[in-house]
């Protein structure tokens, strides 16, 4: 379970968001330091995940941002 689905099943649990919001953000850390080290492991280099992640940032921009 992603940090967010777990914050909105907190959330659709009636707790209160100042309560859960500190968890769901050290849940997150934990995934973000997960999925690097998993790439580590992979052989992706910094260089190259980099390039990944701005092409990946570009997509979503291009999909999901609604334009202004």
């Known amino acids: 379970m ?6 909105a099943q ?3 649990a009636g707790k209160e968001l100042s309560t859960v919001l500190s968890q769901a953000k050290e ?3 934990h995934q973000i330091i ?3 080290e998993w790439g580590n492991r992979k052989g992706y280099d910094e260089h190259r995940l980099t390039c990944i992640l701005d ?3 570009d997509y979503y921009n291009e999909t999901y941002k ?3």
Do not use: G, N, R, Y
Request: avoid cysteine; hydrophobic fraction near 45%.
């Open 2 to 7: 992603t940090a967010v689905e777990w914050l």
């Open 10 to 12: 907190q959330l659709q």
């Open 27 to 29: 849940m997150e850390k």
């Open 34 to 36: 997960d999925a690097v």
């Open 55 to 57: 092409e990946d940032e």
């Open 66 to 68: 609604p334009s202004a």
